[in-house]
Nanobody
């Protein structure tokens, strides 16, 4: 089993930055695809960013809405994944969730239900 704990959320003004962290325990997640999703009030959960395993090139993919503003990275030595969020907008307000899976494919890495492990989420609020 993998346990994921997100941190780093908070209240920030539009244009500001936050860095979210997702600390994994229970297993080493270097062989896991790691992703961030978010869910705003009254909306469905949506994909934000994903990072592959390092020996696969550690490729990253982003939702169009965050491309150029958010950066996902991983530190396998710390068993942690990060989401650096810059130029935040009020529409980025949501609960952000970290997800992990070791059998995800390129075709399914954008799909939340395909991930076996989830964190409890961290609230990000961007004021205008």
């Amino acid at each position: 089993q993998v346990q994921l704990v997100e941190s780093g959320g908070g209240l920030v003004q539009a244009g500001g930055s936050l860095r979210l962290s997702c600390a994994a325990s229970g297993r080493t997640v270097s062989s896991y695809v790691m992703a961030w999703f978010r869910q705003a009030p009254g909306k469905e959960r949506e994909f934000v960013a994903v990072i592959g395993v390092m020996w696969g090139g550690g490729r990253t993919y982003y939702a169009d809405s965050v491309k150029g503003r958010f950066t996902i990275s991983r530190d396998n030595a710390k068993n942690t994944v990060y989401l650096q969020m810059n130029s935040l907008k009020p529409e980025d307000t949501a609960v952000y969730y970290c997800a992990a899976d070791d059998s995800i494919t390129t075709a399914t890495m954008f799909l939340g239900p395909k991930y076996a492990y989830w964190g409890q989420g961290t609230q990000v609020t961007v004021s205008s």
